[in-house]
Nanobody, 128 residues
Framework: QVQLVESGGGLVQAGGSLRLSCVVSGGTISTYNFGWFRQAPPGKEREFVA?????????RYGDSVAGRCTISRDNAKNTIDLQMTNLKPEDTGVYYCAAYWSAWGRPLTTMSQDYSSWGQGTQVTVAS
């Protein structure tokens, strides 16, 4: 399994932007699908934010962030980034990078239980 380390979280005013980054090690990034999930408050089920498919560059976004987030991967740098704009107080939470190995052509999943590797999370706080 790959190891994931997130960074880029912080405190931002509503309407602002943040770019989260996930550094991947211990595996070939091009053979994995990656996702971003968030959790707020602690103990609540993790909410799907965005995911990137190894096949054909497919991406998916959660309904609550569609149009405000962009997920991107850099296979050469082994990073998965999440650019977030027009942030709202309800975007506050701990954001986790996650991954699972996928055969070529398999559909992209948005279910947290399908992801086998998780980072430690990075806190995002949006002030109103």
């Amino acid at each position: 399994q790959v190891q994931l380390v997130e960074s880029g979280g912080g405190l931002v005013q509503a309407g602002g932007s943040l770019r989260l980054s996930c550094v991947v090690s211990g595996g070939t990034i091009s053979t994995y699908n990656f996702g971003w999930f968030r959790q707020a408050p602690p103990g609540k089920e993790r909410e799907f934010v965005a995911a990137s498919n190894r096949s054909r560059g497919g991406v998916r976004y959660g309904d609550s962030v569609a149009g405000r987030c962009t997920i991107s991967r850099d296979n050469a740098k082994n990073t998965i980034d999440l650019q977030m704009t027009n942030l709202k107080p309800e975007d506050t939470g701990v954001y986790y990078c996650a991954a699972y190995w996928s055969a070529w052509g398999r559909p992209l999943t948005t279910m947290s239980q399908d992801y086998s590797s998780w980072g430690q999370g990075t806190q995002v706080t949006v002030a109103s």
